[in-house]
């Protein structure tokens, strides 16, 4: 997960993101942005990081129903 994250933080330092909710398939390793995680956190194929832009650094939490 921790090479993940930093895959997705270089990302969002570049393209200056504030906000951002992320679907990973567990199975597949297919990822995706979402604007709604209803049904993805119900399902445990999935995994869901939020991330957050304060000041200048990063948050990322995983989200768990």
Known sequence: ?????????????????????VIVNRENGEIRLTPTITE??????????ETKKTDSNYSIKEIMK
Not at 1 to 21: G, H, P, T
């Open 40 to 49: 993805a956190i119900a399902d445990l194929k999935y995994c869901v990081l």
């Open 1 to 21: 997960m921790s090479e993940l994250q930093d895959i997705l933080l270089r990302l969002y330092y570049k393209e200056d993101i504030r906000y951002a909710l």
